[in-house]
């Protein structure tokens, strides 16, 4: 097979071309391969494959030559030395985690984290002896303070799911390297057109990539992305062991997802741009929040941090559960949804589904009120989108 390599190229180029192999049938789109295991010429062949002495496939769970070129591209698009897919995204965040820990070790993490990120680090892993710490993560202090002899990770979000609070990547990098831990930040907001955490000292970066990375609501996956090293030696033998590999067919179907992702997202940020601004001042609003805006409570970082706003917006509708409800119930192109990231434009209510579990109070720390709905806008026309926001908003 022969490969591709685009390291000069820029990014929308490498988004179509990087890390593609092309058969002896000279395919043009990227070859799936539907398959179990391969074979070996001889028994020697599969000895020296199995001891890595020799290049090839063994079995798809342990590797697999689509899903290794969507490992390729994304390790193309994030900047990073290697990356390693999984099958959903929370498979991901757990496998970078596990693989890093061990009975005794201490995480730190920051409190507003999607629902199943925290209950990893609250429930998961204190069973298996790995204590944790949450914190404000806007505030540097408490990560400083939260440090311990045996804290070995950092997590964090940025912008968090779904109150879109920005935390300061280089500086929780500093305070988890001083202290001899890495950081682990999970992407997923920013995509990695917006945001580039390895180069702002994070060691792991982690994507469900059932939302941008696909982008059109097919299919589910997930990839971790860090040195070569990192892979090596923290994912790779963890998900060998345990399976939470992403199919061929999925890494395929991504693929495809990669090739207009930088079109998709751009759109898509502009049109939630253009929607903040028309919205901020609404009546029926308590409160917008966009990090593409200067009145964001930390659009300073965002300038720094930050190469773009992000395809999502938090509101606050007023009237608490009962009016977010009625503003819902009465969107006629927005579909309701806990997905996010997708072509079609999408609005859901984190306290009822996503942070349900958690206490009001919780949640009330997490920056999610009842009011709040989180919106992620597709590809749809931004004045049909305004208007369906409008009359729904006229309803509360």
């Known amino acids: 097979m022969t490969k591709t390599r685009c390291p000069d190229y820029h990014l929308e180029t490498r988004l179509v071309h990087d890390g593609q192999e092309r058969s002896s049938f000279g395919e043009t789109s990227e070859a799936l391969f539907l398959t179990q295991g391969f074979v070996y010429e001889t028994a020697e062949s599969a000895e020296r494959r199995f001891l890595n002495e020799e290049p090839g496939y063994s079995y798809t769970r342990f590797s697999n030559p689509t899903v290794a070129m969507f490992e390729q591209r994304m390790a193309s698009l994030e900047g990073?030395?290697?990356?390693?897919?999984?099958?959903?995204?929370?498979?991901?965040?757990?496998?970078?985690?596990?693989?890093?820990?061990?009975?005794?070790?201490?995480?730190?993490?920051?409190?507003?984290?999607?629902?199943?990120?925290?209950?990893?680090?609250?429930?998961?892993?204190?069973?298996?002896?790995?204590?944790?710490?949450?914190?404000?993560?806007?505030?540097?202090?408490?990560?400083?303070?939260?440090?311990?002899?045996?804290?070995?990770?950092?997590?964090?979000?940025?912008?968090?799911?779904?109150?879109?609070?920005?935390i300061d990547i280089a500086g929780v990098a500093n305070i988890a390297h001083a202290a001899g831990a890495t950081l682990t930040v999970d992407?997923?907001?920013?995509?990695?057109?917006?945001?580039?955490?390895?180069?702002?000292?994070?060691?792991?970066?982690?994507?469900?990539?059932?939302?941008?990375?696909?982008?059109?609501?097919?299919?589910?996956?997930?990839?971790?992305?860090?040195?070569?090293?990192?892979?090596?030696?923290?994912?790779?033998?963890?998900?060998?062991?345990?399976?939470?590999?992403?199919?061929?067919?999925?890494?395929?179907?991504?693929?495809?997802?990669?090739?207009?992702?930088?079109?998709?997202?751009?759109?898509?940020?502009?049109?939630?741009?253009?929607?903040?601004?028309?919205?901020?001042?609404?009546?029926?609003?308590?409160?917008?929040?966009?990090?593409?805006?200067?009145?964001?409570?930390?659009?300073?970082l965002i300038k720094r941090q930050m190469r773009g706003g992000s395809t999502m917006?938090?509101?606050?509708?007023?009237?608490?559960?009962?009016?977010?409800?009625?503003?819902?119930?009465?969107?006629?192109?927005?579909?309701?949804s806990n997905n996010l990231g997708d072509a079609k434009s999408l609005v859901t209510h984190p306290a009822t589904t996503t942070h349900q579990r958690f206490t009001p109070e919780l949640r009330a720390e997490m920056g999610i009120s009842d009011g709040l709905v989180r919106l992620s806008i597709g590809l749809e026309h931004g004045e049909d989108l305004l208007e369906d926001l409008n009359q729904a908003l006229a309803r509360v």
């Open 80 to 166: 990073a030395e290697a990356a390693a897919a999984t099958a959903t995204g929370m498979a991901a965040v757990t496998a970078a985690m596990v693989g890093q820990l061990q009975a005794g070790d201490h995480v730190v993490a920051a409190r507003a984290l999607f629902g199943s990120c925290r209950w990893v680090v609250e429930d998961l892993l204190p069973r298996f002896g790995v204590g944790c710490t949450l914190v404000d993560g806007p505030d540097l202090g408490r990560w400083r303070a939260a440090v311990r002899p045996e804290t070995k990770v950092f997590l964090l979000e940025t912008p968090s799911n779904p109150s879109l609070e920005i």
């Open 187 to 300: 992407n997923v907001f920013a995509t990695p057109l917006w945001q580039k955490p390895l180069e702002l000292g994070a060691d792991c970066v982690v994507y469900s990539a059932t939302k941008h990375i696909d982008g059109q609501g097919r299919c589910l996956g997930g990839v971790i992305l860090g040195s070569a090293e990192f892979i090596e030696t923290k994912v790779q033998q963890f998900l060998r062991m345990t399976g939470p590999t992403l199919s061929p067919f999925n890494a395929w179907v991504l693929l495809k997802g990669l090739e207009t992702l930088s079109l998709r997202v751009e759109r898509q940020t502009a049109t939630a741009g253009f929607l903040a601004d028309a919205l901020h001042d609404h009546p029926k609003l308590e409160r917008l929040t966009y990090p593409g805006r200067p009145d964001h409570p930390q659009a300073e």
């Open 313 to 336: 917006i938090a509101l606050d509708v007023q009237g608490g559960k009962e009016g977010a409800f009625r503003f819902m119930n009465g969107l006629r192109l927005i579909r309701i």
